[in-house]
């Protein structure tokens, strides 16, 4: 199990979540993990979202992507970050641990937790801020109408990464 946040450019539609635009995803890990699964589940979610010449084709740097990863323990954070003309960085708990360049290995990455076949397409609503209908949810904090806000949950649900978010986005 695990939670994320995903950070655009504000106005941002989801149709233009893979262009090449800044874009941070950053996932807390409830469970272990180690490094060794993330490559196969890597070419997994990638032959689900993109044909096998482009696989091919970004070959060598999904190669040295997935050799960055480490055992995480419950806790740690993964996060990728892309910026234009610099490249996707990954990082484990703030520390960078690795920078891929290009915007076509950037879309590709994403496109595993955002693409027409992610991993999990709940999560993807979720972090496109879409409910089951693809209609965007938006709640105005700083509004009359929400005076309280009550986030329930079990223990490891992600509770304190949304308040977080949310206190981020005041």
Not at 108 to 120: E, M, Q, R, T, V
Request: proline content about 6%; cysteine-free.
């Amino acid at each position: 199990a695990y939670a994320g946040a995903l950070y655009t450019q504000p106005g941002l539609s989801p149709e233009s979540i893979l262009s090449d635009t800044p874009k941070r995803l950053e996932i807390e890990y409830f469970h272990a993990l180690k490094g060794k699964d993330f490559g196969p589940a890597t070419y997994k979610g990638l032959s689900k979202n993109l044909d096998a010449v482009a696989i091919e084709r970004l070959r060598p740097r999904i190669d040295y992507h997935n050799s960055l990863y480490v055992d995480v323990q419950p806790g740690d954070r993964y996060a990728l970050t892309y910026i234009p003309g610099i490249g996707t960085e990954l990082s484990l708990n703030g520390r960078t641990v690795g920078v891929i360049e290009g915007a076509d290995f950037a879309a590709a990455i994403f496109s595993l937790w955002l693409g027409k076949n992610p991993y999990d397409t709940q999560f993807k609503s979720a972090l496109l801020g879409l409910d089951e209908e693809g209609t965007p949810v938006l709640i105005r904090l700083p509004s009359a109408d929400v005076a309280h806000v009550l986030i329930s949950g079990n223990t490891g649900s992600g509770k304190t990464v949304l308040a977080q978010t949310m206190a981020l986005s005041l």
